[in-house]
């Protein structure tokens, strides 16, 4: 089972946090998962730490409010990962070209409503969305939602990608859209390795047989 700590190792490599969402869940470019990060509330909550989203002391307060509610925990975590789920079907079907479905589309336009009805605009340089007043066992999710509808109204959508080696999805800013791994360290290190055996085995095969 993955804990906390495995959480807090975990490469964010989509370049959006509705991406990095997603890839929450691991496995091979095709197929279903065959590991996932988020098994509980505490993990949420860890994820949010981790992606820059939620504060040490914001994070402190919600593990104290799932301990004071649990039921409402298991169902922000439930909503956390359905609302994946439909994340996932949005950015992997423009990945591969085609249109997402409709009811994907509903459902992040009813998420991103709530998300903003919990938000407060604060100014910087621009005026941006903020959750600190948000104390809801939901907030780790409101982020995410709004980095999903900007990337999906802001941002080049034939710049998102899946990755080659595994099922990662990222949004490929390189300069000539040429980005074809997660991470360079990770899945395209471990392809130029294969590439490398299957060329030695097959100078190997070539050469002439040992007497």
């Known amino acids: 089972m993955e804990t906390v700590e495995d959480v807090t ?38 994820w949010g730490v981790h992606a820059g989203t939620l504060t040490g002391s914001e994070a402190t307060a919600l593990r104290r409010l799932s301990r004071d509610d649990p039921d409402g925990a298991r169902a922000a975590f439930s909503r ?9 079907e949005i950015f992997r079907s423009l990945a591969t070209g085609a249109a997402p ?24 340089s621009t005026y941006a969305w903020v ?40 949004n490929d800013e390189s300069k000539n859209r040429s980005r074809r791994w997660c991470s360079m360290d990770d899945c395209g290190t471990a392809q130029k390795m294969r590439r490398y055996v299957a060329a030695r085995r097959t100078r190997g095969g070539a050469g002439p047989k040992k007497a």
């Not at 946090?17 to 909550?45: C, H, K, M, Q, W």
């Not at 994907?104 to 903003?116: G, I, N, Q, V």
Request: charged letters at 25%; a negative charge.
């Open 101 to 124: 479905g409709a009811s994907a589309l509903a459902r992040l336009r009813d998420d991103e409503a709530d998300a903003l009805a919990h938000a407060q605009l604060e100014r910087g």
């Open 9 to 46: 190792r975990m490469h964010l490599v989509g370049g959006n946090l509705a991406l990095d969402f997603i890839n929450t869940r691991s496995g091979p470019p095709v197929g279903p998962s065959d590991d996932d990060v988020l098994t509980g509330y505490p993990e949420l909550v860890a």
């Open 131 to 170: 959750w600190r007043d948000d104390h809801t066992l939901a907030r780790p999710l409101r982020p995410v939602v709004h980095a999903a509808v900007q990337l999906l109204t802001a941002g080049a959508l034939d710049r998102i990608k899946g990755c080659g080696g595994c099922r990662f999805l990222f």
């Open 80 to 88: 956390a990962l359905d609302t994946r789920d439909h994340l996932d």
